[in-house]
């Protein structure tokens, strides 16, 4: 059962560590609604924005300025976020193969391959937090501006609604808490929990040969006494 989780939980981390990354380097975080007045389809991004001409499909994109430029607050956040997001889910899931019994790493110790496992799920549940809050927050921001202006018969020609790359953000932070509470809750759950599983196995095997010497010491006089009795009933 332990194996099970471990593979579920570590089929969820790849894909949701992917989808972080790729949401927060394609451009397709805002898109031009369908009831915008453009012929061409615009896509915005954290890094840059692209058009693509509905007729003859060519795409053009055009960077933003500098990191160190005035950009909205929502832009700017919204990179801190996903960008911590993937560090943390990229090192959770490295951790998480480490973790794994069918990764011989550290074979004789369970034990500490069950700790790894806990660590990495902790590391997915701290990922899907930024993740999440970065890609509600710019959906939302997205939505509001939004209706702010169909509110108040406000038409610019071109409305903007969140496109997939902020559905891929959201997908993401979701399946790292997923993958985390597996291996934090039921795998802690499901582990080995008997008295001599407790150990690792370096410990149990020092004990066993403290004890197998015990034993030798022990037998040693026995040996001896019965090596001379053997002589006694030869004479």
Known sequence: MRGLLQYTACFFAFFSTGFLVVA????CWMVNADDSLEVSTKCRGLWWECVTNAFDGIRTCDEYDSILAEHPLKLVVTRALMITADILAGFGFITLLLGLDCVKF????????????FVAGTMLLIAGAPGIIGSVWYAVDVYVERSSLVLHNIFLG????????CWLGMAGSLGCFL?????????????????????????RKAYSTAAASMAKS??????????MYAVDTRV
């Open 24 to 27: 927060t380097w394609t451009d």
């Open 106 to 117: 550290l074979p004789d110790e369970p034990y500490i391959k069950v700790r790894i496992c």
């Open 158 to 165: 071109i409305q903007y609604k969140f496109g997939w790359s």
């Open 179 to 203: 993958a985390g509470a597996v291996l934090t809750c039921c795998l802690y759950l499901f582990k080995d929990v008997g008295p001599e599983r407790n150990y690792p196995y370096s410990m």
């Open 218 to 227: 022990y037998a040693a006089p026995r040996t001896e006494t019965a090596k």
